[in-house]
């Protein structure tokens, strides 16, 4: 990190075999040396990290995150449990959709600072510290609409919860667009 950096794409990760595959390996080394004879610019040499350290408290005691994502005045909510033997969930694939798990205080905290920034768009994973307080460990403008759809629905920033399967996108053009009477596809 202090030195040449890491490109996002070869941060090394726990398990992760895809840096031995002979296929990504000849076309790293093809890259390089076009690289090297300016016959290739990759569109993320300016994503580069350097210079710069993370601390992150671990914060024990949480088999699970929250992910509360907003979009306008709506709110997705569900829990992503921890893998086995390990900490992380995001990415884990074991979701909770019960609506009745998830703790209001988390989407209220969500749609105050997605007010207060002016974000149209934006997830946020919730844990709790040690005093049981809900503290962020992430925010995201990037999220996965199937998880979304196969929500029951959602909560209005009054916390009224709202049935039904939606899908972000659609959302995302009603507010757009400004059109409230915009149809929702029903099989995409």
Known sequence: MFTSGIKSEGIPSFGNLKYFNPYNLMKYYGIKLLSALNLYTSWNTWNKHKMYVLFQEFLPHNDYDTRITIIGDRAYAYRRFNRKNDFRSSG????????????????????????????????????????GNPVFCEFSYTFKDQILYDCPGYWDSSLNFIEGHFWPQYFQLIDLLEISNLKQPNDL
């Open 92 to 131: 884990s694939g074991l979701i909770d959709y019960s609506i009745e798990s998830i703790d209001l205080d988390f989407i209220k905290t969500a749609f105050h600072v997605s007010k207060l920034l002016g974000f149209q768009s934006m997830a946020y994973d919730f844990l709790k510290d040690q005093s």
